[in-house]
Nanobody, 126 residues
Framework: QVQLVESGGRLMQAGGSLRLSCTAS????????MGWFRQPPGMEHEFVAA????????YYTDSVKGRFTISRDNAKNTVYLQMNSLKPEDTALYYC???????????????????WGQGTQVTVSS
């Protein structure tokens, strides 16, 4: 089992920057990919970004490319999501997820992730 705890979400103004963190504990050996998803109010979950654990491949959904950066600190079992130039449409509950798979093409599929955090709320006002 892997436990995930997200932090960093809060109320922001448009144009601001925010960094989310997600720390993994438990059976962290064998993590292949860590990802961030979000669920805007009244909408389905959507993929945001992912990073492979052993390497340095990163992936982003088109709407956040150039604004968000995913990174990891293996020593701390932590993945970060740096969010810049925030927009009201970034408002969502942000979830961290872990997959045992090392994904290079299916990283946006929710069902490829084995463990999920409880989420951290990001609200961006205009």
């Amino acid at each position: 089992q892997v436990q995930l705890v997200e932090s960093g979400g809060r109320l922001m103004q448009a144009g601001g920057s925010l960094r989310l963190s997600c720390t993994a504990s438990g059976s962290t050996f064998g993590i292949g990919t860590m990802g961030w998803f979000r669920q805007p109010p009244g909408m389905e979950h959507e993929f945001v970004a992912a990073i492979t654990w052993g390497g340095s491949n990163t992936y982003y959904t088109d709407s956040v490319k150039g604004r968000f950066t995913i990174s990891r600190d293996n020593a701390k079992n932590t993945v970060y999501l740096q969010m810049n130039s925030l927009k009201p449409e970034d408002t969502a509950l942000y979830y961290c997820a872990v997959s045992r798979l090392l994904m290079t093409s299916t990283y946006s599929r929710r069902d490829n992730y084995n463990y999920w955090g409880q989420g951290t709320q990001v609200t961006v006002s205009s």
